[in-house]
């Protein structure tokens, strides 16, 4: 039994010290040989911050992993603990570091101490250590309406100037979900540009005018207007076979599991609308920083209106309401395949087929003000191309959704929708524009 026993003894042994072996050559060699410290991020990158936001702190090790992170913050000979953790073995970690009430405007230090799980060499090379200074602002920019009165036509435009005790972080008007970013003019003030959508009740109508600076201290305060209501026109639209046969095979590629043609209408003029509008309303951020344009906007020459803006469209097929959508632009007939002209000074922000629209030309003016053209026979220019007024940019068509042969004209403030017969009068530009950004 003895001889039985130190053979098992040697075996237990033997196996004790394989299993180490592998524990030191396999998981282990990554305590024993991670070389490598912890990697840390600290944000804002901003020299400012302020007690009203967190800074964001995010550490990382691929090797041994994380074992603590420690925080402070240090003001004036005093330390403040923001974050001491013990982790097990995790590889990342994240956390919001919230600033103490204590804390006061001027400068401050973030003192970071991360370590891993490494042994060699002796703890050291697992260590990591990151120290960043910034300016303390708790103060919110003061914000001062030039003009006090704002008379606004529903499925109009408005613009506000101001001006700011300092330079902002984001500046503009919020409504609703919708923001629309603020503009330093050549004279120092700032000014928006923003609508009042169509589908919107005037009571509704609420802007309100905001600015933060750039260590995230806000301030906002409501826009004063007059929200003037607007009854749009509404319209019948029997869609017949021969249109389906001859508008809806260019739209079949885009949804090749639909057959039936009024099915095929029926996507294109809601889900492919809807697609359309939300690219117009990503193509609106792609707008310079000032006007471009000057005077009043040119419309389509010799051309008679064959639809206005916001007229509401019951759609029907066989004797049936079979849809409803709203028509935002106005549409112009004049001559086949007429030359079409640029409104306004501009910059071609995009062109080519663009579903419902047809071929288009969409051109930025500046502040967010820009202007398609839909449904064109031909284009003549391309994307990045800067255009005067009146320069040609292609010719009337009936591609895309069109029953016939014209343009599809619209004004867009930030990727919405306005009225177009605003920024046709002079009269109403510099009243409604240019009398308050002092141009």
Not at 28 to 38: I, K, L, N, Q, S
Request: aromatic fraction near 8%; hydrophobic fraction near 40%; glycine fraction near 8%.
């Amino acid at each position: 039994m003895s001889q039985q026993t130190s053979v098992f003894s040697r075996m237990l042994r033997f196996i004790l010290w394989a299993a180490l072996a592998v524990l030191v050559l396999g998981g282990g060699v990554v305590v024993f040989r991670d070389t490598e410290a912890p990697q840390v991020t600290l944000s804002p990158d901003s020299p400012y911050v302020t007690t009203a936001a967190p800074l964001r702190l995010a550490v990382s090790d691929t090797g041994s992993g994380l074992k603590s992170v420690d925080v402070a913050a240090l003001q004036n000979g005093r330390s403040f603990t923001l974050l001491h953790k013990d982790l097990e073995r995790t590889h990342t970690f994240e956390s919001d570091l919230a600033l103490p009430s204590e804390i006061k405007e001027g400068p401050l230090e973030i003192r970071v101490t991360a370590r891993d799980n490494s042994l060699y060499p002796f703890g050291h090379a697992g260590k990591a250590e990151l120290s960043r200074g910034y300016t303390v602002d708790l103060t919110p920019p003061r914000v001062d309406l030039e003009s006090v009165q704002n008379n606004v036509n529903q499925g109009g435009s408005c613009v506000v100037a101001y001006t700011l005790s300092e330079e902002p972080g984001k500046t503009g008007v919020v409504l609703g979900s919708h923001f629309f970013p603020g503009f330093r003019m050549k004279n120092g003030k700032y000014a928006v540009l923003f609508p009042f959508p169509w589908d919107m009740e005037p009571a509704q109508f609420k802007p309100v005018l905001m600015a933060s600076d750039k260590a995230g201290n806000e301030r906002s305060r409501s826009v004063p207007v007059n929200a003037i209501p607007h009854r749009f026109r509404s319209d019948n639209i029997n869609i017949s076979d021969s249109f389906l046969e001859d508008k809806m095979p260019q739209f079949q590629s885009i949804y090749p599991d639909v057959s039936r043609p009024i099915d095929l209408f029926l996507k294109v003029n809601s889900d492919l609308r809807d697609k359309n509008d939300a690219l117009l309303e990503q193509l609106g951020r792609q707008t310079a920083a000032e006007p471009l344009w000057h005077g009043a906007f040119l419309r389509l020459p010799n051309a008679a209106p064959r639809a206005g803006f916001a007229d509401a469209r019951d759609y029907y097929y066989q004797g049936r309401k079979v849809d409803h959508q709203t028509h935002l632009g106005v549409d112009l007939a004049s001559l086949q395949a007429a030359p079409v002209p640029a409104a306004n000074d501009g910059v071609v922000v995009e062109t080519g087929f663009i579903g419902i629209f047809g071929n288009a030309v969409l051109l930025d003016h500046g502040m967010g003000l820009q202007t398609l053209y839909s449904h064109l026979s031909q284009i003549d220019v391309k994307k990045g191309d800067s255009l005067k007024k009146g320069q040609i940019l292609g010719r009337t068509g009936a591609t895309g959704m069109a029953g016939g042969d014209h343009l599809h004209f619209g004004v867009l403030v930030s990727g919405l929708p306005v009225n177009p017969v605003e920024w046709w009068d002079q009269h109403w530009i510099n009243d409604n524009f240019l009398a308050k950004i002092g141009k």
